[in-house]
DNA sequence: TTGACATATTCCTTTATAGGAATATAATCG
DNA sequence: CGATTATATTCCTATAAAGGAATATGTCAA
């Protein structure tokens, strides 16, 4: 099986090093027209107009056409699943490596629960131990 | 151009949604063999032994051999740069939209200054305003 | 309407998967 | 050693993607 769609996951979206850097140039909250946006990156209008279509399907960006021009703004609500999905992590290097055992097996039940796509079909998994 | 590398980037590395489950089970901060995996996971061993070829290429995962098992575990640190990357947007969401306009241009010096992979050549982009 | 400008879309090629099947490698046991 | 178990690797196929080139669509101005 091919890889998953690119247009249906926020993962897959920001997995595209270009997609990020446009991301960035809107992070300040303002909008950019594409042509604004093509003269920060080293891309053809094409290739931009197409990163944002898949920006806009996975609903980081949003549209506004403005005459002639479109222009685009961050919707940065659209980037929680991934900062949900992360922040449990951030405990392994928040604290020097100091009982982080213990406090994993706590955090365990917080990362556990998101199957995402997979359904484990609830069997039990021979934990190590 | 095709997409980027997959075992180059940690933000394609997690972009796979069968690489998350592994890593939410990994995420007790146990050791696990790739069997152990297996029966967690709908997948078939060959699989899940390329998505851990991924992860450990990437730096997520370490492996230890005991016996004829190969124990994996998390190494969680391979995950901040992901953290790093989306935390400067948590203020998109965590306040709601008062003023969410000054915040976000007095953040965009901490986003911008990642240009990762495009040098963008230095020029000045015109910004709209 | 025509023309210029801005952006989106289509077509095409190269590349990279994800996963299945079969096989290779490695380590333990008798 | 030979058999068994555990895992990795190779081969293969279908799918998807990124970007370039060319073109279509849409909007405004004269």
Redesign the pocket.
């Known amino acids: 099986?091919?890889?998953?769609?690119?247009?249906?996951d926020v993962f897959?979206a920001i997995?595209?090093p270009?997609?990020r850097v446009i991301i960035a140039l809107l992070a300040d909250g303002r909008k950019y027209?594409?042509?604004?946006l093509?003269d920060s990156i080293r891309?053809?209008?094409?290739?931009?107009?197409?990163?944002?279509?898949?920006l806009r399907t996975v609903g980081i960006v949003s549209?506004e056409?403005v005459?002639?021009?479109?222009?685009?703004s961050l919707n940065a609500n659209a980037l929680k699943p991934v900062h949900d999905w992360v922040k449990p992590y951030e405990v392994f290097w928040s604290r020097q490596l100091d009982r982080i055992q213990s406090r994993a097996e706590r955090m365990a039940a917080s990362i556990k629960p998101q199957p995402e796509l997979t359904e484990n079909k609830g069997d039990n998994h021979g934990c190590d131990k």
């Open positions: 099986m091919a890889r998953a769609s690119t247009t249906s897959n997995a595209e270009q997609r027209s594409v042509g604004q093509v891309l053809a209008q094409p290739a931009v107009s197409k990163h944002l279509g898949v549209v056409r005459g002639k021009s479109r222009m685009y």
